[in-house]
């Protein structure tokens, strides 16, 4: 039997400052980002042990810090995020990321503009 682990944080709510425009750079606006990790946190569910498995408050951690770099695309964000936590938790064995800007600049009516990334490891 194969078991597939996860581990994910959904709808973190970051204010922030990316974008193209000198405005969003400069007022910035809302983000929510989706983290799911695939991690073999077995040991965890048989020790109740936080050491068997990847603490979600330091994944929390690593979105709120990569977010508040401003960038110019959220798509280099997303790479930074993905990069940093696997950097941390190299035993990772796949990313799901999806970050979302809450009511981008663009003439109309949209809820929000969002880029997703699927890393295998």
Known sequence: MQTKRTISLEGVKVYAYHGVLENERRIGTDYIVNLMVDYDWS???LSDSLGGTI???LLYDIIRK???IPSNLIE??????ADHVHSDFPKITEINLEVKKIAPPVDGQVDCSAVGLHIVY
């Not at 280099?76 to 995020?81: L, Y």
């Open 66 to 68: 990569e977010m508040a």
């Open 76 to 81: 280099h964000v997303a790479q930074r995020i």
């Open 55 to 57: 603490n979600y408050a």
């Open 43 to 45: 040991e965890a569910g």
